[in-house]
């Protein structure tokens, strides 16, 4: 039978009948996502009113009519409106009270979920009676609201154990981690999954058979362990998880994180107390959270990157982007393998050239590696995996970069390399053709130096390990050509990342303020401070992991040289440890080598600290304790005063840029909402008095940079008040 259009008096959704089920299709022309803004609720609330009142109508199906998006969540915008606490719980109040309407629905309803289903959307397809997933790689589930410093707020603290059991529903939860349609079906989240060109004709069927009686409604709960299934199963298995879950959560996230912690207070109430009075809580702990530093901090985040997202990098809106089907990709080491790889995950055709086959071919087995683990995670299917091994070739000539649209070098951190590089390369490139180098702290100016071509010349920075980290910085000297610019940064973003434009100095941005940041510990390193109490701090504070560990990790060879180029250019403020160069001249690398100022086993896991890196310190300094504050003052105030002279500068094109930049660059810790978000909370006035304090202690490390001294006689801040 048919469908025929009934009553198009909707903004956001349509409603069709087939037969005897109604087709409720989510598409608001106004977004380019389906989220449960005010527009879809009022929607929802009169389709509801309908189908009480039809009685011809015996099943609804719920789906989109957006590609690969069922429901994103809730508006966020929203949640900026929200005054105090109790305006948050009753936000939730009514996002409870709405999926709750839907549960009880006269007829029942299945989700038809093609797409992301998040937050809200999740929320809403778990008090449907069915539950049917597209087989894609584009549909995922979760509850990411973690993510804001926030909980799921319309119900999903209750029913999302109910559904998936405990176990599974806390590690959804804690982590905001998405589950994959099969994974989804396996620990019964989703009751079916199917193609998606079917995916509509099957979930009409199922209403039916729903509304027959010769189908029952979700069960749920049906995978997960056997053994968790059993511990979960009784009140004192239940105590057990929940105190596990605790003391993780608080090992994980050193106590700076609310939302887990609230999260876990939520869904243990729905089990002792019942699912009314979890709700309550759920309402509570969310109009408490809403109100935090953190959850702040978290949201001015979420809508920064968002609004990068629009952002071309060039001011003048005529300018236009260059298609991008091809690149090469010269140095098949560690980095080029890396942006070789996220490169064909675009759908990007890439030469990657180094100089004998050897080298060629262990970066194409690199590729291959990080491609297999995304196959094996499920990430991608077999087709995936073949279509992208298949777009890159190598080769130790020029062949096959004439054609290339883009030639990204990734080789040495050394400007004569570099230089000759860039002479070469440029006799076999198109003529339209962009060069962009990724280095990470010789001013793109200089290398423009060797060029025939300087305004098709850009930097992009990728960060190591390249498939993980989410930043680029893309450089731009006073000679790049705007259409460049435009270029990189929107294929910057088909790549995945988080594309932030920085003009030209030495250390860019991202270094420039780390490299502060790393001096002063290595020079509390030569006091006498011992490594694991530095890190320890730094962690505690939030950063992923300490200034000493960072070191070995990304290599004290690559450290070593990239501190020296910038102490070059900035001078004696910027002048590396004592303890690094020593290090450094004895021979430790730091992990590659497996060994650094840590121990590693065979496979390269961190053992603890070496103790004999002590006797490598000129003086053999007598190691004592310090203060983790001391520690922290020292280190952050660093990195907080050269981020408002890189400010200051013109390298960064606003405080929002840096925040982004810092948090997705070098881990700085997310929920002080970057460098500039830090100093607005400390105030840029307690700011300067911190600076004065340890500048008169170590003369010229710490002299306040002018804009702060200027802003903080006029009272002023980087980012407006929330």
Do not use: W
């Amino acid at each position: 039978m048919t469908a025929t259009a009934v009553r198009p008096a909707f903004t956001t959704l349509r409603l069709d009948i087939d037969g005897d089920v109604a087709i409720v299709t989510i598409d608001d022309p106004n977004a380019p996502v389906n989220t449960l803004n005010r527009a879809v609720i009022e929607d929802f609330t009169r389709v509801f009113e309908l189908l009480e009142g039809e009685t011809a109508v015996r099943a609804a199906v719920l789906i989109s009519g957006k590609p690969d998006i069922f429901i994103a969540g809730a508006d966020i915008e929203q949640f900026l409106e929200l005054k105090d606490a109790k305006d948050a719980e009753a936000l939730s109040r009514h996002g409870q009270e709405l999926v709750g309407r839907l549960e009880t629905l006269r007829v029942p309803v299945v989700a038809a979920i093609n797409g992301a289903c998040l937050g809200g959307g999740l929320e809403s397809a778990l008090a449907c009676a069915y539950r049917i997933a597209a087989d894609s790689p584009k549909t995922v589930l979760g509850l990411p609201e973690v993510q804001l410093g926030l909980i799921p707020g319309a119900g999903g603290t209750q029913r999302l154990p109910r559904t998936v059991g405990l176990t599974a529903a806390l590690d959804m939860i804690l982590t905001g981690k998405n589950v994959r349609a099969k994974k989804a079906l396996q620990i019964g989240l989703v009751d079916e999954m199917v193609h998606p060109a079917i995916l509509r004709d099957v979930a009409v069927k199922r209403a039916r058979e729903i509304a027959d009686g010769t189908r029952a409604r979700s069960e749920g709960h049906k995978g997960g362990a056997i053994g968790a299934r059993a511990l979960e199963g009784t009140p004192p298995g239940r105590a057990i998880v929940f105190h596990q879950a605790r003391q993780r959560t608080k090992e994980k996230t050193n106590g700076q994180y609310p939302a887990p912690l609230a999260a876990i207070d939520a869904i243990e109430t729905g089990y002792h107390k019942g699912m009314e009075a979890g709700l309550a809580e759920e309402a509570r702990l969310f109009g408490e959270l809403s109100q935090t530093e953190v959850s702040r901090q978290l949201i001015f985040l979420f809508f920064a990157t968002t609004g990068l997202k629009k952002d071309t990098g060039v001011s003048d809106p005529a300018v236009k982007a260059l298609p991008v089907r091809k690149i090469a990709v010269l140095g098949a080491g560690f980095m080029g393998a890396g942006i070789t790889t996220v490169a064909v995950q675009a759908g990007t055709v890439v030469r990657l050239k180094d100089a004998d086959t050897t080298r060629v071919a262990n970066g194409l087995r690199a590729v291959r590696e990080v491609l297999k683990e995304s196959l094996t995670k499920r990430r991608t299917t077999r087709q995936q995996f073949d279509d992208q091994l298949v777009l890159v070739s190598g080769t130790t000539d020029y062949s096959g970069f004439r054609d290339a649209d883009l030639v990204i070098e990734a080789v040495f951190e050394d400007i004569t390399v570099k230089h000759q590089v860039i002479r070469e390369t440029e006799k076999v490139m198109g003529e339209n053709a962009i060069f962009a180098s990724n280095t990470s702290t010789i001013p793109i100016a200089r290398l423009a130096q060797a060029s025939a071509r300087p305004d098709r010349l850009i930097g992009m920075h990728f960060f190591s390990p390249v498939h993980k980290m989410p930043l680029l910085e893309v450089i731009v000297h006073e000679g790049t050509a705007p259409e460049v610019i435009a270029t990189v940064v929107a294929y910057g973003k088909k790549l995945g990342k988080t594309v932030i434009v920085v003009n030209d100095g030495p250390g860019f941005f991202a270094n420039r303020i780390l490299t502060p940041y790393i001096n002063e510990a290595g020079k509390l390193l030569d006091e006498g401070a011992k490594i694991e109490q530095i890190d320890r701090a730094l962690v505690e504070f939030g950063f992923p992991v300490g200034p000493i560990t960072l070191v070995d990790e990304v290599g004290i060879d690559v450290a070593g040289k990239a501190g020296n180029i910038i102490a070059d250019a900035f001078g004696e403020r910027m002048r590396p440890s004592v303890s690094l160069a020593h290090v450094l001249s004895s021979g430790r690398f730091g992990r590659k080598n497996r060994k650094g100022f840590y121990k590693y086993d065979e496979n390269g896991k961190k053992q603890g600290v070496d103790a004999s890196v002590y006797e490598l310190i000129p003086g053999a300094v007598a190691r004592r304790d310090y203060t983790a504050d001391e520690i922290r003052e020292r280190t952050v105030m660093a990195m907080l005063n050269e981020a408002a002279r890189a400010l200051e500068d013109g390298i960064i094109r606003s405080p929002r840029d840096g925040d982004i930049g810092a948090v997705f660059g070098i881990g700085f810790p997310p929920f002080r909402g970057g460098p500039f978000r830090y100093m607005d909370t400390l105030g840029i006035g307690e700011v300067v008095r911190r600076l004065e304090a340890l500048n008169a202690r170590f003369p010229g490390r710490y002299e306040p940079a002018p804009i702060l001294t200027r802003m903080a006689a006029a009272g002023e801040r980087f980012h407006p008040a929330d």
